[in-house]
Nanobody
Framework: QVQLVESGGGLVQAGGSLRLSCAAD????????MGWFRQAPGKEREFVAA????????YYADSMKGRFTVSRDNSKNTVYLQMNSLKPEDTAQYYC?????????????????WGQGTQVTVSS
């Protein structure tokens, strides 16, 4: 079982930046692909970004390209989501997820383990 814990969310003004972190509790993430998703109230969970097990392949939702960057540090067992130029519509609960297969994927069904999420609120 992989326990994932997100951190780094908060309140930020439009145009600002946040860096989210996702750490695993008690198990290495080295072989897992990792994804970030978000869910706003009343909306379905949507894909944000993913990174493969080694960190040399990334995948983004079109609306996040150029603003968000996913990365990982396997020595620290942590995955990051750097979010720049934030907009009010980025307000959501952000979740990280781990995929047993080490390749990137954009669907929620492709991921096996999920964190509890961290809230990001962008004010206008």
């Amino acid at each position: 079982q992989v326990q994932l814990v997100e951190s780094g969310g908060g309140l930020v003004q439009a145009g600002g930046s946040l860096r989210l972190s996702c750490a695993a509790d008690g198990r290495t993430l080295r072989s897992y692909a990792m994804g970030w998703f978000r869910q706003a109230p009343g909306k379905e969970r949507e894909f944000v970004a993913a990174i493969n097990w080694s960190g040399d392949n990334t995948y983004y939702a079109d609306s996040m390209k150029g603003r968000f960057t996913v990365s990982r540090d396997n020595s620290k067992n942590t995955v990051y989501l750097q979010m720049n130029s934030l907009k009010p519509e980025d307000t959501a609960q952000y979740y990280c997820a781990a995929r047993t297969y080490g390749t990137v994927a954009g669907s929620t069904s492709a991921y096996d383990y999920w964190g509890q999420g961290t809230q990001v609120t962008v004010s206008s």
